[in-house]
């Protein structure tokens, strides 16, 4: 089996990657810029890199390009065309907030499940890296002040470890489940909780700051997002804190035989 992995140097492509190679599988890393012998170039934009990115691939693991509003408009006709070359199982990457009738990842989620012989979305929760990752800001702040904001109040949000998503990647990317999963850690907890639990870990005051919606959107297009991303952001908030994110599932123990990483043990980990 030989499997195409986009976003191979991302949060969970990597993982995926060094998942898939444990079985045995040959991998190939899409990148713009490949460097070594298993990537290969790929650019969602240039859609004269695709034929030779799929060239042997039976497998795709599909990440959305980075701030594109509207992924559809590049990920669909890639899809097209990878089946049209023999390629019969796909995993995307979406998140739980979307629903295959919605815009974007969703148009992508509906054209799978209509046309990909073998398929599985992924439709995982926030990740808890972004609470140490320093290129993400609710990271940034923690190591720099030990402080975040967020536009979600109280609502609770089933945080899940990008290892947990990539090992159910492998798993569907060897056993398609031909169905959308959502993906939680164990416990759903409020950014308020989330932050109790990392100042237990780092042994001082982790504090969540609650801004507005609109502040939320403001600071992201100052820090160079696209507003109408910003805004899409800014909706996904709003969504959280009435409470849309306030769910666990068992799909991590199911698909991988093994129970979700909890937040406690992620901190205590990436912050040792």
């Given amino acids: 089996?030989?499997?195409?992995?986009?976003?191979?140097?991302?949060?969970?492509?990597?993982?995926?990657?060094?998942?898939?190679?444990?079985?045995?599988?040959?991998?190939?890393?899409?990148?713009?810029?490949?460097?070594?012998?298993?990537?290969?170039?790929?650019?969602?934009?240039?859609?004269?890199?695709?034929?030779?990115?799929?060239?042997?691939?039976?497998a795709v693991y599909l990440v959305a390009p980075a701030l594109v509003p509207d992924p559809e408009r590049l990920m669909v006709p890639f899809i097209d065309r990878a089946i049209a070359r023999g390629v019969r199982r796909f995993v995307?990457?979406?998140?739980?907030?979307?629903?295959?009738?919605?815009?974007?990842?969703?148009?992508?989620?509906?054209?799978?499940?209509?046309?990909?012989?073998?398929?599985?979305v992924l439709r995982p929760s926030w990740f808890m890296q972004n609470f140490a990752d320093p290129q993400h800001a609710i990271g940034r702040g923690i190591r720099s002040e030990r402080a975040f904001v967020s536009a979600s109040g109280q609502?609770?949000?089933?945080?899940?470890d990008a290892e947990d998503i990539a090992a159910v990647a492998v798993a569907t990317l060897l056993a398609p489940a031909n169905a959308d999963l959502?993906?939680?850690?164990?416990?759903?907890l409020s950014y308020d909780e989330?932050?109790?639990?990392?100042?237990?870990?780092?042994?001082?005051?982790v504090v969540h700051r609650a801004i507005t919606v609109d502040e939320w959107c403001a600071r992201l297009t100052a820090a160079g997002m696209p507003a109408e991303y910003a805004a899409i952001l800014g909706a996904l908030e709003q969504a959280i804190a009435s409470g849309a994110e306030d769910r666990v599932t068992d799909e991590v123990l199911r698909r991988t035989g093994r129970p979700p990483r909890s937040l406690r043990a992620f901190a205590q980990a990436a912050f040792a």
């Avoid at 609502?155 to 899940?160: E, K, L, S, V």
């Fill in 1 to 58: 089996m030989r499997a195409l992995v986009t976003g191979g140097t991302g949060k969970t492509g990597s993982a995926v990657a060094r998942g898939l190679r444990a079985r045995d599988v040959t991998v190939a890393i899409g990148s713009r810029h490949p460097r070594g012998a298993d990537q290969v170039r790929f650019d969602w934009a240039d859609p004269s890199t695709h034929d030779v990115a799929l060239d042997g691939v039976d």
């Fill in 92 to 120: 995307q990457l979406s998140s739980s907030a979307i629903e295959a009738s919605a815009p974007g990842f969703g148009a992508v989620h509906a054209a799978l499940q209509a046309r990909a012989p073998e398929w599985t």
């Fill in 155 to 160: 609502g609770r949000i089933g945080f899940i």
């Fill in 182 to 188: 959502i993906l939680t850690g164990p416990q759903a």
């Fill in 194 to 205: 989330a932050a109790a639990i990392l100042s237990e870990v780092l042994g001082e005051p």
